[in-house]
């Protein structure tokens, strides 16, 4: 536990005793989490772990319950999702989440729906589309009609026209072909390389523990384990339950 | 006369207002799923600022008829944006995610407020829409339309033209139709839903505004409980062409328009007399009745059986 917190100074992510209620059931017990600047950490656990109500906190989705979470230096814990993207703060929701009614385009500009600067914007856009050169040949399709994993590169590629400093991303393996997980984990390992820091949600163990530094487990609502990824794929408490032996 | 043409052309004029009326449903109904049964009297509001303020620079004097009658539209539109505002703040606001029938007594206790307050303004008998210019008339085969009638037509579209670009092609309109989708995911992009929500119903009670003072001009009459039918028929309108849908509205208001005139033209031929053109407003409700029944989605509507 002590060297996966000791970086505070640098940390661009701080959570202390977070507890978070979600429909009238407590599913995070006061969990302790630290996100350094430019770093890749994921938190994984099984299903119900409260994974996902963790993120949707540090998201302002959900109001916290108690605790405080900090974000470059600033208390942030019971600000609004809508307050949070001009901050920098990103959040690719589990199952996408894309408007599907809404071209791929409108999508895009949605997601630099705070930014006024149209040529960084328009920038972006066309950075995304080389992340991504699916969505720039589907630019104007119903974002609806798009496959699984086209839909994921969506979502990911409209968080980052934001400009996020601190990418949280939920299950972005959910439901995907093999071949599609590796791309979008391709695409994770480079923006994290570009320096957006990411707090990554991931039942895929092994795949999110093999790209980040260090890793948080979750189990019923607590971190039961932190440590740096290498140490926690060595560990066989979490070979067992969540490696697959 | 033809009384076909003669009927499709009065159909039109109406089914104009009715779909800038509709819109006010629709587009609130798009976002967040509430009939704000208030909306027709905002109309109403429009129809009696609007004489009101033009009254009093008539009575004045000096002032050129065109002006007299900007002016008049200006305060109208003005003041029902404000209106619009302050009914979502104060009727709505504080019941979001309250059970869905609280909001709907809230509705029709606000469109009482707002009739019992031009009750009280300006009384109960009808203002006269004061008689600014000689209206033109022409006839083309068989049937007459005045200038009027075609003014009415042509800024309906042009206002309805506006407001497709609007939703369509601006950043507000990106978030309004985001909002509408999911106001969660909305948030997520930086979109604070009740920037989008008060947005909304601005731009719902000027459209109503302008309706309403259409009205008054065409029919050269306003009156505190003018706004019921109105908004009523309006409603059906929208639900008529998918409530929830902004083309659906204009389509649905247009259509119900020429019903109507239709329907008030040819139901006394067809009943050798026995029923007359008063009963023109039984076609809207009978559209909104076999509507409900068959299509409940509407014309346009996408979202089927979704919600209860």
Known sequence: ?245 | MDIFLQQLINGLVLGSIYALIALGYTMVYGILELINFAHGEVTMMGAMICIAVMGALLSAGGLPAIVVLALGLAAAISICMVLGYSIERVAYRPLRGAPRLAPLITAIGMSIVLQNTAMLIWGKQYLTFPKLFEPQRYEWAGAHVTSLQILIVVLAITLMGALLLLVHRTRLGRAMRATAQSPELAGLMGINPNTVISFTFIIGAALGAVAGVMVSAYYGLAHYYMGFLLGLKAFTAAVLGGIGNVAGAMLGGMLLGIIESLGAGYIGPLTGGFLGSHYQDVFAFFVLIVMLVFRPSGLLGERVGERA
Do not use: W
């Not at chain 1, 809508?82 to 599907?100: D, H």
């Not at chain 1, 979750?218 to 140490?231: H, Y």
């Open chain 1, 1 to 245: 536990m002590s060297r996966a917190t000791s970086s505070n100074k640098q940390s661009l992510l701080s959570v202390r005793d977070l507890r978070v209620a979600y429909g009238g059931v407590v599913a995070v017990k006061g969990i302790d989490l630290e996100v350094g600047r430019g770093e890749l950490v994921c938190l994984i656990g099984a299903n119900g772990a409260g994974k996902t109500t963790t993120l949707k906190a540090l998201a302002g989705m959900l109001r916290p319950a108690g605790g405080t979470i900090r974000y470059d230096g600033h208390a942030i814990t019971r600000r609004r999702s809508y307050e949070l993207v001009s901050l920098g703060i990103a959040l690719v929701p589990e199952g996408r989440g894309i408007f599907g009614r809404l071209s791929v385009l409108e999508n895009l500009k949605l997601g630099a729906y705070v930014r006024r600067d149209t040529l960084g914007v328009s920038q972006d856009l066309d950075r995304g589309f080389e992340l991504f050169p699916r969505l720039a040949e589907r630019r104007s399709q119903i974002a609806g009609t798009l496959s699984g994993g086209e839909q994921q590169m969506l979502a990911i590629a409209r968080a980052l026209m934001s400009r996020p400093r601190l990418l949280l991303l939920d299950e972005p393996s959910m439901g995907l072909a093999p071949i599609m997980v590796q791309r979008i984990f391709g695409t994770i390992r480079r923006i994290a390389a570009e320096g957006v820091t990411l707090l990554l949600v991931e039942q895929n163990a092994r795949l999110a523990l093999e790209i980040s530094r260090r890793g948080y487990v979750m189990e019923s609502g607590r971190v039961t384990l932190a440590d740096e990824a290498a140490a926690l794929l060595a560990n066989p408490d979490v070979k067992r339950a969540y490696l697959g032996g």
